[in-house]
């Protein structure tokens, strides 16, 4: 089904479900459920939305494992409600790729069977404290830098969604700095700890927006071009790092922290910093499967998924019931 948004066809020209999508989509209108749209961009949507709401969930992980070790009861209420806000942004996601014609139960089951991705950078282990603090920093200061765009989605249940996950996302950004200023503050192992944390999360965050745009490393898949046509993105990979970069060098000045890259130089000429190139061999094995912490983050979500089975049984067993001994309002009466 097509809605009419006064996005009309060139007179003489035939009207089509494909043709009417394009022009859709290149008017900057946004495309609905009930819309019609080309299979391969529903199966990209659904692809990209999945992928997002996986590593929200995985991205528990990380910083989950930090709650019960904080130092003090604000930290753990902090970190407690950052991974709960992540959980959030999971079922937002989860409920926006519904709306393409998927169930949430099948996309956990492609994703514990290994048929589904979720972002590199989960895939790495929180080693000291101050990794909460780089997480909020980098990881989510990435995340901005990627998703910020997407509230500009042409697929409106996506777009909506991220207006929240990027406010949530900006601030689990500032409090993640806000921790290391105060560790940078404290003794020198708490500074050592920040380093070091930053040391080990630094090329992964780079590698976070995805292979680059060209040389031996780009995705043979194509995905950015056909996703920049449909509007789905609104930058390419290696202008969302670039923008990253340059965000990112100030902050690490102010903290007082020193990014591992020696070929990281402003470039008065460009406006932007030059920075080295992440190791895409690692960037490749990691999404393949073979990272520090894969096997454990896919063995801790089927292992949620399996334990959890009997409250999802309950509740549905509830709900049913409630449904059979409920009386519409007009029978009621």
Not at 322 to 330: F, I, Q
Request: charged share 25%.
């Amino acid at each position: 089904m097509s809605v009419d948004r006064g996005v009309k066809c060139a007179p003489g020209e035939q009207e089509t479900p494909e043709s009417g999508f394009e022009r859709l989509v290149a008017a900057e209108q946004r495309v609905e459920p009930r819309d019609a749209m080309p299979d391969a961009y529903r199966a990209t949507m659904v692809r990209q939305i999945a992928q997002h709401a996986h590593s929200e969930i995985i991205g528990m992980q990380p910083e989950g494992n930090w709650i019960s070790r904080s130092p003090s009861l604000r930290r753990k209420a902090i970190l407690l409600a950052k991974v709960q806000d992540e959980a959030g942004h999971g079922l937002y996601l989860y409920s926006a790729a519904e709306t393409l014609g998927v169930d949430r139960d099948d996309l956990t089951r492609r994703l514990v069977e290994g048929r589904q991705k979720y972002s590199s950078i989960f895939n790495y282990p929180s080693l000291s404290y101050a990794d909460v603090g780089v997480i909020g920093w980098l990881v989510d200061g990435a995340a901005i830098c990627n998703q910020v765009p997407l509230c500009r989605s042409s697929y409106g249940p996506y777009a909506r969604a991220m207006v929240r996950i990027c406010k949530e996302e900006s601030f689990h950004q500032r409090q993640g700095y806000e921790l290391l200023l105060t560790m940078m503050r404290g003794s020198d192992a708490q500074r050592e700890m920040v380093q070091d944390a930053t040391n080990r999360w630094w090329w992964p965050s780079l590698m976070m927006f995805g292979p680059p745009d060209t040389g031996d490393a780009a995705s043979p898949h194509g995905h950015t071009e056909q996703s920049m046509r449909w509007r789905i993105k609104r930058h390419t990979n290696d202008e969302l790092r670039q923008r990253f970069v340059d965000m990112t060098v100030p902050q690490a000045d102010a903290l007082g922290v020193t990014l591992p890259d020696a070929e990281l130089a402003w470039n008065a000429e460009r406006g932007s910093y030059d920075f080295g190139t992440p190791d895409w061999d690692e960037f490749k094995a990691v999404i393949s499967g073979h990272g520090p912490c894969n096997a454990e983050r896919i063995a801790h979500r089927r292992a949620a998924l399996d334990d959890g089975a009997w409250v999802r049984e309950a509740a549905a067993a509830h709900a049913a019931k409630v449904n059979t001994h409920t009386l519409p309002l007009s029978m009621s009466r």
